[in-house]
């Protein structure tokens, strides 16, 4: 299922974005690891996680949206894939990121 954002929300949303033919770098606020933050009608998301449920539809419960290119301001949907928190922490590791 797709996920419907307002107009309104979705140009806020593109506006922070700096799309090139790689990552497509948040351009606004970060959290305090670095990743891309906005606010969405019912609360503060990651910017990578809004960009999933535009382009692929909704997050399954207890799912992580991960980063191929290991960008954190990173929202291009071909950067990005499901995992479970296991895949992510297994991601992060070999990645030297832990």
């Known amino acids: ?9 979705l140009s806020r949303f593109w506006s922070k974005v700096e799309k090139s033919s790689g990552c497509w770098l948040w351009a606004a606020s970060v959290d305090g690891k670095g990743y891309g933050q906005i606010k969405t009608p019912d609360k503060l998301e990651r910017a990578h ?13 207890g799912m992580c949206v991960l980063h191929k290119c290991d960008v954190r301001r990173c929202t ?13 922490n297994s991601d992060m590791s070999t990645k030297g990121r832990n």
């Open 76 to 88: 291009n949907p071909e950067h990005l894939f499901l995992g479970s928190v296991t895949d992510n």
């Open 1 to 9: 299922m797709k996920v419907v954002y307002v107009a309104a929300f």
């Open 49 to 61: 996680r809004v960009s999933w449920r535009i382009h692929h539809g909704m997050i399954p419960s």
